[in-house]
């Protein structure tokens, strides 16, 4: 089998990573494996080898040392969903993780030919849901450090977006970085749909896009649940008035301020 495009769905957690993954799902062309492929994570994330052996025992130096590593993070991934597509018949990958986000350079420069889809959504908003998610999921918590942890949670999203505003631009301009609003997803789902699928290079027909919105709205908690605010969560009418206090607001709006601008939202 030829070297199969590996792409990527990028954003902090509770931008609408899931979602959208929910989406690309369910298109006849794209395979997305399991959620979150933490074997993808541990070996972009880390390097585990002694730079320092390396270098005495084989002349190299540090960023030939990172070269070799990186090289074999993409043949690995590559084997591993290309046996993956074998069964499934499909020829576009397309792996989600929003903790990778903050390596999307490195993500950029290992994967040289991925294409890197980045979830943005109001900054106030994806704090606000990942405090209420601390409050009522165990992971959650261990994950974001507690719904009080206000200034954690914000110190990961500042990295995340802060590399993001960085290194993104560089990768848009190759046409192989897109940034999608969460709040657009919604307010028009089908031309965004019809988007993300042209961005990695799937059909976007009409017909695949009806088709995948019908199938989303048969669960509850994709796109028709979120659209029509029809799940508990959602339920929940402005969750950044309403479950904060006004200490936990000022603060947010001091530590995150500047993103809201350099993302193009407005404060509110």
């Known amino acids: 089998m030829n070297e199969i495009p590996i792409n990527f769905i990028l954003g902090f957690a509770r931008s609408g990573t899931t979602l959208t993954m929910g989406l690309c799902r369910t298109h006849p062309e794209i395979e997305t494996d399991v959620q979150e492929p933490n074997h993808v994570y541990r070996l972009i994330n880390s390097v585990f080898i002694s730079y320092s052996g390396y270098e005495k025992e084989m002349g190299l130096s540090t960023g030939e040392v990172d070269k070799m590593y990186y090289n074999s993070v993409r043949d690995f991934t590559q084997a ?22 903050r390596w999307i350079d490195r993500l950029g420069s290992t994967f040289t030919g991925c294409k890197m889809l980045v979830m943005l959504r109001h900054p106030y908003d994806v704090v606000a849901s990942a405090m209420h998610m601390s409050e009522i999921n165990k992971s959650a918590k261990k994950m ?18 802060g590399a993001v505003l960085v290194h993104a631009p560089k990768y848009e301009s190759a046409g192989r970085c897109k940034l999608i609003k969460y709040e657009e997803l919604l307010k028009n789902p089908f031309p965004v749909i019809r988007n993300i699928f042209e961005f990695y290079n799937v059909s976007g ?15 509850k908690a994709s796109l028709k649940g979120v659209c029509l605010n029809r799940t508990d ?5 402005d969750k950044w008035a309403t479950r904060l206090d006004e200490h936990q607001r000022q603060r947010i709006r001091a530590l995150l301020s500047p993103l809201v601008y350099y993302l193009g939202y407005e404060e509110k």
């Not at 969560?233 to 009418?237: A, E, S």
Request: hydrophobic letters at 30%; one cysteine or more.
């Open 144 to 161: 974001f450090g507690g719904e009080n942890n206000v200034d954690r949670i914000c110190e990961q999203y500042s990295e995340h977006m």
């Open 205 to 219: 027909s009409t017909e695949i896009v009806d088709a995948v919105f019908d199938k989303a709205q048969k669960n």
């Open 80 to 101: 591993y969903y290309q046996r993956l597509c074998r069964k499934t018949n499909k020829h576009v990958v397309v792996i989600k993780h929003p903790w990778l986000t």
């Open 233 to 237: 969560f959602y339920k929940q009418k």
